[in-house]
């Protein structure tokens, strides 16, 4: 599973965030324990593994448009909830990725090797390859492309 900070900002998007309300066992996730700490403070948990299950309560923006949920967490000491201005990002594994797609295994396989070679065939470069650094953001960038035609530029999201 990628946990890099480069798959955490490309799941931080409505088009991933808005899939997942409910966590379930299995389900990876990361969250900064509070707007006060630094970045490299950041909490990358699965629930089932000291979290159990939850659902985000509620979805709103921050005052710099940022997107964000609020969540209330179990943990196997007691439970706590992650105050206001914590933020839930779902880490979608790429089994995940894969069943938000909702094709047949034929299709699937199919579009995602055309979607994989396209660079090799028309320019002779596999840029896609060399854009991800793991499975999963490989497959996050296919799912964008084909359901929200977006691409990652490197740091958002962009419309073709």
């Given at each position: 599973m990628d946990e890099t900070k480069a798959y955490l900002e490309m799941c931080?998007?409505?088009e991933i965030q808005?899939?997942?309300?409910?966590?379930?066992?299995?389900?990876?996730?990361a969250y900064y324990e509070s707007r006060a700490r630094k970045p490299s403070d950041l909490v990358i948990a699965i629930v089932g593994?000291?979290?159990?299950?939850?659902?985000?309560?509620?979805?709103?923006?921050?005052?710099?448009?940022?997107?964000f949920r609020l969540s209330t967490v179990g943990f196997d000491e007691g439970d706590c909830e992650l105050g206001w201005g914590n933020k839930?990002?779902?880490?979608?594994?790429?089994?995940?990725?894969?069943?938000?797609?909702?094709?047949g295994i034929g299709a699937?396989?199919?579009d995602f090797n055309e979607f994989c070679v396209e660079d090799l065939e028309m320019?002779?470069?596999p840029g896609k390859f060399h854009d991800y650094q793991s499975m999963e953001q490989l497959w996050l960038a296919f799912y964008m492309?084909?359901?929200?035609?977006?691409?990652?530029?490197?740091?958002?999201?962009i419309k073709k």
């Open positions: 931080d998007c409505p808005g899939q997942k309300e409910e966590f379930k066992a299995g389900d990876w996730f593994v000291g979290y159990y299950e939850f659902k985000r309560e509620e979805a709103t923006k921050d005052t710099d448009g940022t997107y839930i990002i779902w880490l979608p594994r790429q089994d995940q990725i894969q069943k938000m797609l909702d094709y699937l396989v199919n320019y002779g470069d492309h084909e359901r929200h035609e977006k691409t990652w530029d490197g740091k958002k999201w």
